[in-house]
């Protein structure tokens, strides 16, 4: 994904000591890195990944960007986080045609996927990377320390009902490096649910304002570089999921993905609600192989662009429904380096 050189201060050197829980206010200032967009197609500085990207592998980078770095999440989980009032309450959306669906809705379409998709096919692409073998490789033969692919990865949710400010979108897009709001709840979610270096924390906000003349990304992945009240690394993965069904500036309600797979929608949500398991799972796809970062340098897989696998196959043509439990979910596929070194595609959905 397209990367903002924004250089950041160095973090303190301590020694990674994890395990026990931090409040957040034990917890500051909370620093981030810089963060890594998935565009809407033709936004920004380029949603899709390049024709040269798609013949390269993947590269393992060393896995060694400071303290606390973890290079893959090896025992990948998320925490999902409903920030704002209208979760709480609940509220409802359009679809093309008008049809009214509620919050309620995605809720219940979005926790069903990451409930499922441990164990399944698709998420077990990831488990061909490790983050123990030699800088340059592109092969984990010989490496430790594999990407594992557990069944009940989701580990929690939470609805926040704390109110979220009205300029998120903006803020996000303006790349604070210090006290970001979308990092501040993901350290609060942290505290909520308990540390967890090697998960993801999605945080998502309902329908809200939109800065007029703003590129429209669908999301976002990042992580915090802070220290606890002890001085060892507080590092966590984080992810940020605007409200993807608004009616985009330029490109219309279906710019973030929605029926990008399904034309039509169904009760459960297929076709209104395809943008955000497209979009959730692109960005934990890259949390748990490339989560780390400091001062711009991703240490895990990464391509000689800097695409990492969710990138190279966004808003691929064959971006499909996938099975999971008892439902279809629409996902795109995910980088495979042993796909392309076999077959010269390594956009693939499942291993």
């Known amino acids: 994904m397209i990367r903002t050189l924004l250089a950041l201060g160095a973090v303190c050197a301590a020694a990674a000591v994890f395990g026990v829980p931090a409040a957040s206010s034990d917890v500051g200032p909370i620093q981030t890195q810089p963060k890594h967009f998935f565009w809407a197609p033709g936004q920004g500085l380029g949603a899709q990944a390049s024709a040269s990207s798609l013949t390269n592998d993947l590269v393992w980078h060393g896995g060694n960007a400071g303290p606390g770095a973890i290079g893959v999440e090896t025992k990948p ?46 998420a077990n692409i990831q488990t061909q990377y490790c983050n123990e073998l030699l800088p340059g490789s592109t092969s984990c033969v010989g490496g430790a320390g594999f990407v594992t692919n557990p069944t009940r990865q989701l580990k929690g949710v939470w609805v926040d009902p ?16 210090v006290d970001d709001p979308i990092a501040q709840e993901a350290i609060k979610a942290s505290a909520h649910f308990g540390y967890d ?8 906000t309902p329908p809200t304002t939109i800065a007029t003349g703003q590129p429209v990304y669908c999301g976002y992945h990042s ?29 219309g309600p279906t710019g973030c993905g929605m029926h990008f797979v399904n034309a039509t929608s169904d009760a459960f949500g297929n076709g209104i609600f395809d943008g955000y398991s497209i979009v959730t799972g692109h960005e934990y796809a890259e ?37 999971l439990g008892s439902h279809q979910y629409a996902v795109q596929p995910l980088w495979s380096n042993q796909a392309f070194d076999a077959t010269g595609n390594g956009c693939v959905l499942g291993r």
């Not at 009032?85 to 996927?113: C, E, I, M, R």
């Not at 704390?162 to 490096?177: C, H, K, R, T």
């Not at 400091?294 to 000689?304: K, P, T, V």
């Open 162 to 177: 704390s109110p979220v400010p009205n300029d998120i979108i903006a803020l996000g897009l303006a790349e604070n490096l």
């Open 287 to 323: 949390a748990v192989t490339d989560p780390d970062n400091i001062a711009s340098w991703q240490d895990g897989w990464l391509d000689a662009q800097g695409n990492e696998n969710g990138d190279k196959c966004a808003w691929a043509a064959n971006t499909s429904n996938i099975t």
């Open 197 to 204: 270096p090697t998960a993801t924390y999605i945080i998502l």
């Open 77 to 122: 989980a998320v925490y999902l986080v409903w920030w704002g009032p209208q979760w709480a309450s609940g509220f409802q959306t359009a679809d093309t045609n008008g049809t009214l669906y509620s919050s309620k809705t995605l809720q219940n379409y979005l926790q069903s996927f990451f409930a499922n998709v441990g164990g399944s096919s698709w």
């Open 223 to 251: 992580q915090t570089s802070s220290v606890d009240g002890l001085g060892n690394p507080y590092r966590i993965q984080y992810a940020f999921i605007p409200w993807l069904n608004e009616n985009w500036p330029g490109i």
